[in-house]
């Protein structure tokens, strides 16, 4: 083949794959919106088109005889009905993996969790474990908010329950006093006023869990010793543990100086150490220990309340979760917010509380840094 035949055959070539190209991308845009099959087939006939025009021009170039032209057509029909199959069928099995992530899509739409099925390509394989992850991811969050919603129910039910009954007593004692039927009106007053102490200390714990919830807790870090703030816990709680029968050893508690807002952290304390003092049966003891490390250190309240089932140990820093305790056989009053306030208060330190049953009770953990 002569140099100027070689470069006829590519100039032809070359022209017609420009046109033939251009009229490709044209209706491709034209066609954006129709099936993925077409999508295919069009490239595939673009591709043929540019072929068989190329070879056609070629032919005519080189002057071939008739029957030459006519095998090269022969081949070139056979060879673009086999390929028009192949795309066809290819665009089929595209289709029908899209149409299945078109359909798992749906279903994450409906709330449930998809896996789509079938070999598909990688890029659509990829897309596929995209779905399933986000499908499960959704249900997760489902769960969630299932969950806290039952959680908002309990807070609002337990909230009413321990507004109510104070009310309740106050308005009887304060009809009573307004009658004259009140015998001893200095303990009804007294009463009264304790009635009233108990759901001031309700509200104020609903406005910081409130506080802690929408991230607008303040804390005054200063340095100070936790040995400090759990004697003052302590020495706040002995009355009451002494009435249930309960006993109280500090011992295992060290000086340990940490930055943090001694406020809300003694009260996190306190709740910890009241919780264990409510749920121990008589007789029992509530150890309270502190331990320090490289940069942390850890308050460590264990009592005998005789263990914590797994379901209640994932639920009970919960706002409004109550428990029925089985471990005490009675019901303790409160809305279900102190062990989540205890959570928030030691998160907001960047600390973390943990749970764990131990030999006839269980232990909880509050982690704070140092610094």
Not at 89 to 111: E, F, P, S, W, Y
Not at 301 to 316: K, L, S
Not at 340 to 362: F, M, P
């Amino acid at each position: 083949m002569s140099a100027s035949d070689l470069f006829t055959i590519i100039r032809v070539v070359l022209m017609w794959a420009v046109i033939i190209g251009l009229v490709t991308v044209v209706l491709q845009r034209l066609l954006r919106r129709t099936s993925i099959v077409v999508q295919i087939l069009l490239v595939v006939v673009g591709t043929l088109g540019v072929l068989v025009a190329g070879m056609v021009g070629a032919f005519n170039a080189m002057f071939l005889s008739a029957h030459d032209v006519q095998v090269m057509w022969y081949i070139l029909a056979i060879a673009s009905v086999v390929a028009v199959a192949v795309a066809l069928a290819l665009g089929i099995g595209v289709a029908r993996n899209t149409n299945r992530l078109v359909g798992a899509a749906a279903r994450i739409g409906r709330g449930e969790t998809v896996a789509p099925a079938g070999t598909m390509s990688s890029e659509l394989a990829a897309l596929a474990a995209e779905l399933k992850a986000t499908s499960e991811k959704l249900e997760e969050s489902r769960r969630r908010e299932l969950a806290v919603e039952q959680a908002r129910r309990e807070l609002v039910a337990w909230v009413s329950h321990d507004l109510r009954t104070p009310l309740a007593s106050m308005r009887a004692m304060a009809e009573a006093l307004e009658d004259g039927v009140a015998d001893d009106v200095s303990g009804y007053h007294r009463r009264i006023i304790a009635q009233a102490d108990r759901m001031a200390v309700l509200v104020n714990d609903l406005l910081e869990l409130s506080r802690i919830q929408a991230g607008t807790m303040v804390l005054n870090r200063q340095q100070l010793d936790l040995n400090d703030l759990v004697s003052d816990a302590i020495a706040d709680l002995v009355p009451l543990a002494a009435g249930r029968g309960i006993g109280i050893n500090g011992d295992g508690v060290q000086s340990t100086l940490v930055a943090v807002d001694g406020a809300s952290l003694g009260r996190a304390i306190r709740n910890v150490i009241l919780n264990g003092i409510l749920y121990s049966p008589p007789g029992s003891t509530v150890g309270i220990s502190v331990r320090s490390g490289a940069g942390w250190a850890t308050v460590d309240v264990q009592d005998g309340c005789g263990g914590i089932a797994e379901a209640d140990r994932a639920r009970m820093f919960t706002p409004g979760w109550q428990k029925d305790s089985g471990r005490t056989g009675s019901r303790f009053s409160g809305a279900g917010v102190g062990l989540s306030l205890v959570a928030g208060i030691v998160r907001a330190h960047q600390g973390s509380v943990e749970v764990a049953n131990v030999d006839g009770g269980c232990r909880f953990s509050l982690r704070v840094p140092t610094g």
